[in-house]
């Protein structure tokens, strides 16, 4: 959302809803966004690929329905196939202001498209009637990308001897190894797609398009936007389609309009498009790994946090972060999965005491599943670290324990000894007859409290458990924790 902070200036910021939302999907995640000038359906269209007419809101007049940036996911009700989807994975939808409105600045309209190209793994651009210069014209903020996007936060000199003359189509070549597949939606196309009498498809159109050099007074303005678009979206693609309704009431009336008043020619192309953008999605990611949705969460805050502060948004920045992020979530999940086992090993005694051998053994096997999950979560190379706080995590939590553990089997030791010493007083008024007697009848009083009592008596140590790389539990690698026997307590990452 764009918004007024506390000292009134104007910032973005993230829905706390929607954050809460993102780091509930555990899976992958695809995102599809939509940009265009305002007023041309954007919201419509995505209503229509979520095979529902509610969600995105949409208006017949001439003010914006959009503030910012929106987001919907595909219903499961919705049906749709996803064939390069893995299980599990979920397709996220933004709807984004219209571009150009009155109410907004030319560098919020860039900031806005920024925003959604980082933040996308599929991109539509969403214009009415057809590709001309004037249509290429609209899409020029995409040449102000270069100053408002970086890869790396200081380019190497390599880079630079690369870029050569030409500073911001090199740069546009360089960051569009990272950005999206795009795909142009034209709407109300009204044309034949005719080449020399031959028929073509949308994607022809669109080459053809970009390769024509303009000519006349803003020739090189316009030639520059589309060396821009050619150099920053490798995979691209147009669709066009049909008005979907003859009359022009109906038009006001698509929010809630039944799809019978709709053109056959426009429900055909539609199904088609579906079809083009539902083969084509895929998660989204960053530096070829896929982002679940607290990762998503974590990029967008990164990106957000850049744009706030008048940092130029840069990408490897971003991943740092979301690394570092992930790590410690893998860091704090992994420990609430050690202390789970080793409540589940106090569980099954009423007493919640157990002796020392066993709450030795809990920790290993505990620890062990812990280092598993903590890989499973934790990207980036740098992950060493992050484990080691694992360990120290986990010792502590350990040492937690075995207090409290020491602590319990005092007190149940202690109510086992009261009624045996009242025992004992009684064998000293029965007056025994010998020392034999008395041995024995001690021995009984001491089988009765070894039967009852429990726990670390006398407890040892954990000094001698076996640290990361020595006897006992090893050390975890990354594809997972070595084999463990014998006694010991988790212990920090061998060298």
Known sequence: AWAKDETGKDKWSLCDDALTYLRSLEGPVCVLSIVGTYRTGKSFLLNQLRNCQDGFNIGPTIDPCTRGIWMWD????????LPQMPPGSHVLMLDTEGLSSPQCSETYDVQLFSLALLLSSFFIYNSVGQIDEGAIDKLSLVVELTKHIRLYAQPSQGQKQRRGGD???????????????????????????????KEITSQRYLEKVLATQATGRHAEAINQTKRCITNFFRERDCYCLRRPVVEED????????NPDFFRPEYLEQLEQLKQII??????????????????????AHSYVAAINEGVVPTISTAWESVVAAECRR??????????????????????????????????????????????????????GAFE???????????????????SRSTDLCGGVLVPLAKALHAMQ????????????????????????????????????????????????????????????????PGT
């Open 167 to 197: 500073e911001t189509t090199a740069t546009a070549s360089e960051l569009g190894q990272y950005f999206p597949a795009f795909l142009w939606v034209v709407r109300d196309f009204a044309l034949q797609l005719m080449e020399d009498g």
């Open 278 to 299: 539902y083969s084509r999605l895929q998660p989204k990611q960053v530096t070829g790994r896929p982002l679940n949705g607290h990762m998503f969460a974590e990029l």
């Open 74 to 81: 595909i219903p499961p009700s919705a049906d749709i196939q």
């Open 330 to 383: 893998a860091v704090q999940v992994a420990l609430a999965q050690f202390e789970q086992g080793l409540a589940a090993a106090f569980s099954e005694h009423p007493s919640r005491v157990i002796e020392a051998d066993a709450l030795h053994k809990a920790a290993r096997e505990s620890i062990q599943e812990a280092i598993r999950i903590f890989h499973t979560i934790a990207v980036g190379e740098q992950t």
């Open 388 to 406: 080691g706080d694992v360990f120290k995590g986990a010792h502590m939590l350990l040492d937690t324990q075995i207090a409290a553990n020491a």
């Open 429 to 492: 008024e029965e007056k025994l007859t010998s020392i034999d007697a008395l041995s024995v009848e001690v021995e009984a009083l001491v089988q009765r409290f070894l039967a009852d009592a429990r726990g670390p008596l006398p407890l040892p140590g954990h000094d001698d458990f076996p640290q990361g790389g020595g006897p006992g539990l090893g050390t975890p690698n990354r594809h997972g924790p070595a084999g463990a026997t014998g006694q010991g307590s988790p212990g920090p």
């Open 250 to 257: 109906h038009l006001q009336q698509m929010a809630t309009l």
